[in-house]
């Protein structure tokens, strides 16, 4: 079986790698000059838009799947004529568009922050009257970590926010106080069974994931059960299958969807080490039509921090005792308890962009290890972590 990736980064390229392990070999598609994925296979250089290309994809492969949800809704359905595409359009539409996903979230019962739709300024202040301030801004289509988005505190910052964001039609949020931020993963297979991975406690900084824990610390039974129900019930209203990613404000017992995602998810990276079936493998083996695996713990705990914009150095990994990463997956010393691993992304360092993760599992909590390893993994200090959506 071939397995056609639209995109080719990081996320592609841990798909290659769970993929090759289940005896399926990838071709991707993506535009940029060099990919992460082209490590682990073929590479169709292409723009997603290109007729030919996706043809070319699509004769190449038994059923496409892709890394990222900004994939352009023409390339999608040209591709859904000649071959199966997985997640299917419904995931992929109602994804792309804030506004669509949180009418979306609303009409099946998950819980939302208020809400309003936003096509100009007229319209913005509308939104303001309707939702309140401070409110987030953000824009229906396009952005990721933190881009795209404007927070809105005071009336005067209506009209510099809204062209920050370039006067695109937008969603306005209200901003909410929370006490943690928590992703919930659930993979639902071509035969609607589902597996989930335990609640993941997420800390941001200027909009980017610097850490993820599991089990979420400070998450009530109540809140880790509404989380999950909520994301295997999405799973099923989307006829979904692959991993969905399903993003939430956590407020003692009560939970607030904040955002979905079609697809394997930054916050999973730390069920590569932590669970008997990863994010990755389990997607794979979802879009395929294989039987899902069991996503039950190896270890008690986990933690993932991002590297962020640099990668630490071989000499600092290895005074510290971090395994490594081959461009084939395979670490070079078992992730035991509490041998961190470190997954380098082959990416050229620039600011703002994840090039890394290092990964740790341990039968005890790993505060201290992280508070060891943050200053080694650049970028992944959660010393300016944000509580508003």
């Given at each position: 079986m071939i397995l056609g990736i639209l995109g080719g980064g990081q996320l592609g390229w841990m798909l290659?790698?769970?993929?090759?392990?289940l005896g399926i070999e990838c071709v991707f598609l993506d535009p940029a000059e060099h990919?992460?994925?082209?490590?682990?296979?073929?590479?169709?250089?292409?723009?997603?838009?290109?007729?030919?290309?996706?043809s070319k994809l699509a004769g190449r492969c038994d059923v496409v799947t892709y890394e990222f949800e900004n994939v352009p809704a023409g390339s999608a359905a040209r591709l859904a004529e000649e071959v199966d595409v997985r997640p299917g359009w419904k995931s992929l539409e109602t994804s792309q568009d804030r506004l669509v996903e949180k009418s979306f979230l609303a009409e099946h019962g998950v819980p939302v922050p208020a809400f309003a739709a936003v096509e100009d300024l007229a319209s913005l202040e509308a939104a303001v009257a309707e939702v309140g301030l401070?409110?987030?801004?953000?824009?229906?289509?396009?952005g990721y970590d933190g881009k795209g988005q404007a927070v809105l505190r005071q009336p005067e910052d209506l009209e510099?926010?809204?062209?920050?964001?370039?006067?695109?039609?937008?969603?306005?949020?209200?901003?909410?106080?929370?006490?943690?931020?928590?992703?919930?993963?659930?993979?639902?297979?071509a035969d609607g069974a589902?597996?989930?991975?335990?609640?993941?406690?997420?800390?941001?900084?200027?909009?980017?994931?610097?850490?993820s824990d599991c089990p979420a610390p400070d998450v009530s039974p109540g809140a880790a059960t509404a989380m999950l129900e909520h994301a295997?019930?999405?799973?099923?209203?989307?006829?979904?299958?692959?991993?969905?990613?399903?993003?939430f404000f956590v407020r003692g017992d009560d939970v607030l969807a904040n955002e979905i995602a079609p697809r394997v998810h930054n916050s999973g990276h730390l069920t590569i080490e932590h669970a008997e079936t990863d994010q990755f493998e389990n997607h794979v083996r979802a879009v395929t039509g294989l039987p899902l695996g069991s996503t039950a713990s190896r270890l008690p705990h986990a933690m993932m921090l991002n590297a962020i914009g640099a990668s630490p150095t071989d000499a600092e990994l290895s005074a510290e005792?971090?395994?490594?990463?081959?461009?084939?997956?395979?670490?070079?010393?078992d992730a035991t308890d509490g041998a961190p691993v470190y997954h380098d992304y082959r990416k050229k360092p620039r600011p703002g962009r994840k090039v890394g993760h290092l990964t740790a599992v341990s039968r005890d909590a790993l505060d201290r290890l992280a508070d060891r390893l943050t200053p080694v993994i650049p970028g992944s200090s959660t010393s300016h972590s944000t509580t508003s959506g």
């Open positions: 290659g790698i769970a993929a090759r392990r990919c992460t994925a082209d490590l682990i296979g073929d590479r169709i250089r292409a723009d997603y838009d290109d007729a030919e290309a996706l401070p409110a987030v801004l953000k824009t229906r289509r396009g510099p926010g809204f062209a920050s964001i370039g006067e695109r039609p937008a969603i306005l949020e209200s901003m909410i106080d929370f006490d943690l931020e928590a992703s919930v993963l659930v993979a639902r297979g589902t597996e989930a991975w335990g609640p993941i406690r997420n800390q941001h900084a200027r909009g980017i994931l610097r850490r295997e019930r999405l799973a099923r209203a989307l006829d979904h299958c692959g991993v969905l990613t399903v993003e005792g971090v395994a490594t990463v081959d461009d084939q997956g395979f670490a070079s010393t």
